[in-house]
């Protein structure tokens, strides 16, 4: 079964420091990651994925992850947090051999950049 | 990214009305679609996948009768909440993994805005 963990409910960051937002997943096959944000009453906005290739993926908005394999991780981060950034952010796995099949989400975390 | 739309964005209707939600993929063909519910505060639950031209596959736990998918097109599903009650009161929310201006596989899975529900 696919899982995934955000352990953090909330972070809060100063605007104009670095931000790093949690993720680790469990899948039984090579994983595709994804990062989405939900603004207030709004769908889900896709940020990034790793599907395959350099572990270091860039996204929307200057937010980009990191894949770790051994530690089955795939944490969110932006150098310089804005205000505008405060919004909930979902971390999603699927198994890659598993074709066209729905998303497993985190919880998700609150992120509060404060100014 | 490729879009997908959803109508209405808010609904408030009367205990035992039935309320049709429709999503669309604008730029691309889905022969897939998700349908989500999403409580305050909470993550994203799957209720159902649909599949054009043939009959939704449903969670466990989601009530089939209660809640109507319809993929009649490469473009639209529908999902119907019959006879809605206070309980039913959520966002919802569709999705479809695309490609934009194409029919091509991708992995990513993009989300409509979203259908708030109240039933009163």
């Not at chain 1, 960051?13 to 469990?26: D, Q």
């Not at chain 2, 039913?88 to 934009?100: H, N, T, V």
Request: charged share 15%; aromatic share 12%.
């Amino acid at each position: 079964a696919q899982s995934v963990a955000q352990p953090e409910d909330q972070v809060n960051v100063a605007e104009g420091n670095p931000l790093t937002v949690k993720c680790t997943y469990s899948v039984s096959g090579n994983p595709y990651l994804f990062w989405y944000v939900q603004y207030p009453n709004r769908g889900l906005q896709f940020l990034l994925k790793y599907i395959t290739g350099d572990n270091l993926v860039k996204g929307s908005y200057g937010f980009e992850a990191e894949f770790n394999k051994s530690q089955t991780s795939f944490h969110l981060k932006k150098p310089s947090a804005l205000v505008s950034d405060s919004a909930l952010y979902f971390c999603a796995v699927r198994d890659a051999a598993s074709g066209n099949t729905p998303l497993v989400f985190g919880k998700g975390t609150r992120l509060s950049v404060i100014a | 990214g490729a879009v997908v739309s959803q109508h209405p964005s808010w609904v408030i209707c009367k205990s035992g009305t039935s309320v049709k939600i429709e999503c669309r993929s604008l730029d691309f063909q889905a022969t897939t679609m998700f349908w989500y519910r999403q409580f305050p505060k909470q993550s994203l639950m799957l209720m159902a996948t649909s599949n054009e031209g043939s009959k939704a596959t449903y969670e466990q736990g989601v009530e089939k009768d209660k809640f109507l998918i319809n993929h009649a097109s490469l473009t639209l599903s529908t999902l119907t909440v019959t006879s809605a009650h206070p309980e039913d009161s959520s966002f919802y929310i569709c999705s479809a993994p695309g490609l934009a201006g194409g029919r091509g596989f991708s992995e990513t899975q993009y989300f409509g805005p979203g259908t708030r529900l109240l039933v009163l």
